[in-house]
């Protein structure tokens, strides 16, 4: 049990807890601590979703069908009444203020009974409607009961904000806390916005910024308030955004005062000797990533890079060529992917390039302990191999390296950060290439990769036609397999892929194993079919990749395991099923496994109907187009930014008030006050100290430093 509420001194009201709050106690403070409030500062970071002007409610006599509005008065009369619909009641009251009385109606709400009293002060906000004849009604109105005390001063005559339900904590409740709150900071808190940025950038003080963002003053625009443009506002939003921005920095600036092992050096035999592993022409994007990569990697500071380009953007190539750099100059290279498949992709790619080098190229699989595996960690610590392929368990695991001298971690948008960690605690301080195909929205990059520097290629090879896609519902698959026959006889492969989500993972396993027996036997019994998954043996799923890439296999009917990565060029058809439960990534992920050559691809989205409104969407954008920027920025969109990359380690902060995709410019502002101040002569010690101890916790995400 807590001991009597002390009042704390003035520095630390924000960090007081919610429960010394009149009305609040240790029962409900544990209730909003679960909700993610626990002190005064929670409460007041938590912006309302919107604002009503009730300074000038409106007479009921005036309101006209069509208007969204609010209005004020007594409750005269309440009650349920039954409709022809069995169980769906609707409750009914009259309000009236000295211009005239309005009907109200709740649907299939009826415990609302016990709520409303006659001659209670209510405020209603919501939709006018004609009701039969003659009347109006507020259908389904948001409601408030009024206090006589507190009514004028906190809940009406003004401005006022209107707050998500938080635990049990109801919007009025929660306004009656904030004033509260507000009413207790003494008149200078601390400002972790710096003066001469908040002068700059003409932003209020913080203690300013919090009262008018709760309780505007009179006369503060209503959709400048509603779009959080106001200066409050945006002054909290931009202090969130500078925190981040500027722990991303100081981190960023840490990892440049680090020392690798060596620089790497380039003369024109190690230019020769890449040239030599190089089967084609580099884009001029691949030429400019390559560079940029190479000057990275002479400096005495290890590279932190992330390669974005979009699926067949030739990004293996330019990782390769940077690892042939590294060999050269007798430094070891790590090269991880995310699955299995793919690393034995990657190794059976790389070991053929390097066929003619003095390079030797080993691949790390499982983690079965067996003699061969022994004598290959013997090897890796002996410096023997040059480049060791594996999952991104490489790093995890008691891999030991002579002398690692750079990390490349493919399709991988998520954990290259924590990577990186893993490795600086091992004392280990590489180059480190990141790559992912994941096109990310300039916004997330800087927030997720804010501490990376970043290459991108834009353009694939030449000589690449767009990939033809269409949605096609399932009731037409006839038309679907008529052109999969075409395809398949014109010499060409084509994938089957199936969903496969964690709750339902058995089920769909079913689906799509019957799938292959159905396509085998009945579609395609001209063809060679077979089926891949996830929770087929290493061994056996490397037979059946290996059989479609050497053209053994003519349809591969799989789960979602070769989403990334997978490079066989003459497959031209990608069907996807249930296209409607993937996300925009994953189906462009999915349809760059074919158009990797010159001939003409297709991707069949095969879909349920009906369809969702987003999944309606999604599938829109993919018919629509196959810029996979554009494709991001929808996706973005679509989902919000904290779905953007699914899970919680993505990188993507828990912000407070701050949105990613609203206030996107913001953060661009912020990124530049935060770098230019690091760097200025004002900067104090104390701040960037502050922020260090609480950025990660601050903004839910995992430590990197
Ligand atoms: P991703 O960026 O998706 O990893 P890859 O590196 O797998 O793409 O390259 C896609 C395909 O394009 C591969 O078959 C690769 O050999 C080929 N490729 C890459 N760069 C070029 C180039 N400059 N000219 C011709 N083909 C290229
Ligand atoms: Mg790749």
């Known amino acids: ?43 007041l970071y938590r912006f309302p979703i919107r604002y009503e002007d009730r300074s000038q409610l409106q007479p009921i006599a005036t309101l006209r069908p069509g208007q969204t509005v609010s209005i004020t008065g007594e409750l005269l009369s309440g009650g349920l009444r039954p409709t022809r619909r069995p169980g769906f009641k609707i409750f009914e009251a009259l309000v009236r203020d000295s211009s005239g009385t309005v009907r ?75 004033h509260d709150a507000l009413q207790r900071l003494p008149e200078e808190i601390e400002d972790l916005l710096p003066a001469a940025v908040r002068a700059r950038r003409h932003l209020p003080g913080r203690r300013e910024a919090l009262a008018a963002t709760h309780f505007p003053a009179p006369g503060t625009p209503l959709d400048e308030l509603n779009r959080f443009r106001t200066p409050g506002q945006v002054r909290l939003i931009f202090e969130e955004f500078f925190v981040f921005q500027l722990g991303l920095l100081a981190r960023r600036r840490e990892m440049d005062a680090e020392h690798k092992p060596r620089a790497v050096h380039v003369d024109d035999r190690i230019r020769e000797s890449a040239r030599r592993v190089l089967p084609f022409r580099l884009t001029g994007g691949q030429r400019q990533a390559l560079k940029e990569i190479v000057e990275d990697m002479q400096r005495a500071q290890p590279m932190n890079r992330l390669l974005q380009g979009d699926v067949g953007a030739g990004k293996t190539i330019v990782a390769l060529l940077a690892a042939v750099v590294a060999m050269e100059n007798g430094l070891q290279v790590a090269f991880m992917a995310p699955t299995e498949i793919l690393a034995e992709q990657h190794f059976e790619n790389i070991r053929r390039l390097l066929a003619g080098s003095r390079f030797r190229v080993a691949l790390l699989t499982g983690g079965a302990r067996t003699r061969a595996r022994r004598q290959l960690l013997a090897e890796v610590a002996a410096g023997e191999v040059d480049l060791l392929v594996g999952t991104h368990a490489l790093v995890q695991e008691s891999v030991a390296f002579r002398e690692l001298g750079l990390v490349v971690i493919d399709e991988q948008h998520r954990f290259g950060v924590l990577q990186r960690a893993t490795l600086r605690e091992k004392g280990l301080h590489p180059d480190v290439l990141v790559m992912t195909a994941t096109p990310i929205p300039r916004t997330l990059a800087l927030t997720t990769y804010g501490d990376l520097d970043v290459s991108v290629i834009r353009e694939g090879p030449p000589g690449r036609l767009p990939v033809k896609t269409v949605a096609k519902p ?37 689906a799509a194993t019957e799938m292959a027996d159905h396509l085998a036997q009945e579609i395609f019994p001209a063809f060679r079919v077979a089926l891949l998954h996830g929770r087929m043996k290493a061994d056996a799923k490397e037979r059946v990749m290996r059989a479609f890439v050497a053209g053994e296999l003519d349809v591969l009917v799989s789960t979602t395991v070769i989403e990334v990565g997978v490079d066989v060029a003459n497959a031209s058809v990608m069907i996807v099923e249930h296209a409607e439960r993937f996300g925009l990534a994953q189906l462009h992920q999915l349809r760059g496994r074919v158009g990797r050559d010159s001939s003409q691809a297709y991707c069949i989205l095969i879909y349920q109907a009906p369809l969702s409104d987003q999944g309606r969407a999604r599938l829109q954008v993919m018919t629509d187009t196959t810029d996979g920027f554009v494709i991001a920025e929808r996706d973005l969109e679509l989902r919000g930014p904290g779905d953007f990359f699914g899970t919680r380690q993505s990188g993507v902060p828990t912000l407070r008030v701050g949105d990613l995709l609203r206030d996107r410019a913001l953060m661009e502002e912020a990124r530049q006050e935060a770098g230019a101040w690091l760097d200025g002569a004002d900067r104090t010690p104390a701040l960037v100290d502050t922020v260090r101890r609480t950025w990660a916790q601050r903004f839910g995400l995992v430590g990197v430093g």
């Open 1 to 43: 049990m807590p001991g009597p509420p002390v009042t704390p001194s003035a520095p630390d009201v924000l960090a007081t807890p919610l429960q010394y709050l009149k009305g609040v106690g240790p029962r409900r403070g544990a209730d909003l601590q679960k909700a993610g409030l626990a002190t005064i500062e929670d409460l």
């Open 104 to 178: 109200a109606a709740w649907l299939n709400q009826p415990f609302l009974r016990d709520v409303f009293q006659p001659h209670q002060q209510v405020v209603l906000f919501g939709p006018v409607e004609q009701y039969g004849t003659g009347g109006l009604q507020l259908t389904n109105p948001q409601y408030e009961i009024l206090d006589a005390e507190e009514a004028e001063t906190i809940h009406t005559g003004r401005i006022v904000p209107v707050y998500e339900k938080t635990g049990s904590l109801t919007p009025k409740m929660q306004r009656r806390l904030v």
């Open 474 to 510: 399932d009731s037409r698959r006839d038309e679907v397999y008529a052109f999969v026959t075409q395809q398949l006889e014109a010499g060409r492969q084509a994938y089957v892929v199936y969903p496969l989500v964690e709750e339902s993972a058995k089920v769909d396993l079913k």
